[in-house]
């Protein structure tokens, strides 16, 4: 072996047991950052004073009629609850359909989000028999059917805590759907049970 070929040969073990020393390794000394631009950027900070606007807020406010996203105080709306907070109400509030335009416009916009939502698990016609319960065959893993008398009978506001929240393995769904948006498949639910009823599904 040539003198050049052991020199390099050593160097690479060096730098190998250098780097593989490092890893993981814990420190109490600053980071080494050669571009700073992230640490030393040009920002105000919250609270603080400001020249460049005209009442002196670095913080601004929103825009005049702002309304905070999910920020729903009706518990009617909000819950499904009623306004004492004992029990689900009965239907869905008149707010959320006044806000839909209409029960069609409301029933529509709840079969796309089903469609979305719900059919992996509950299928196209809400008998519990989607693709996702059909490939997991044997795994103890059975929504109901929609068209069951204790389904039928629960108070739409049951019914969107259900949506809201999840059910045993059923995940919560309040995170991805607006609320309006949860009332919509909550109505869509209903008018699936009506056009369902006449052929005895879920008997």
């Known amino acids: 072996m040539s003198a050049a070929k052991f020199l390099a040969g050593a160097a690479l073990a060096v730098a190998l047991a250098t780097t593989s020393g490092c890893r993981g390794g814990t420190s109490k000394e600053s980071p080494s950052a050669i571009l700073r631009n992230m640490y030393q950027q040009p920002r105000y900070n919250p609270q603080a004073f400001s020249a460049f606007f005209q009442d002196g807020r670095t913080m601004r406010p929103p825009v005049e009629g702002t309304i905070a996203?999910?920020?729903?105080?009706?518990?009617?709306?909000?819950?499904?609850?009623?306004?004492?907070?004992?029990?689900?109400?009965?239907?869905?509030?008149?707010?959320?359909?006044?806000?839909?335009?209409?029960?069609r416009n409301l029933v529509n916009r709840g079969q796309d989000r089903y469609g979305i939502y719900c059919t992996p698990c509950h299928?196209?016609?809400?008998?519990?028999?989607?693709?996702?319960?059909?490939?997991?065959?044997?795994?103890?893993?059975?929504?109901?059917?929609?068209?069951?008398?204790?389904?039928?009978?629960?108070?739409?506001g049951q019914l969107f805590q259900t949506i809201s929240y999840g059910f045993n393995t059923m995940p919560a769904y309040g995170p991805q759907l607006p609320i309006d948006d949860r009332w919509a498949i909550v109505a869509y639910v209903r008018a699936l049970q009506l056009s369902q009823a006449s052929k005895g599904a879920g008997q």
Do not use: C, W, Y
Request: net charge negative.
């Open 69 to 103: 996203r999910e920020m729903e105080t009706n518990p009617m709306v909000g819950e499904g609850r009623t306004l004492d907070g004992t029990g689900f109400v009965e239907t869905i509030p008149p707010s959320v359909v006044q806000r839909a335009g209409d029960t």
């Open 123 to 156: 299928d196209g016609l809400g008998t519990g028999k989607g693709m996702v319960i059909q490939r997991a065959a044997n795994q103890g893993f059975q929504p109901p059917t929609f068209h069951q008398e204790r389904i039928r009978t629960m108070p739409d």
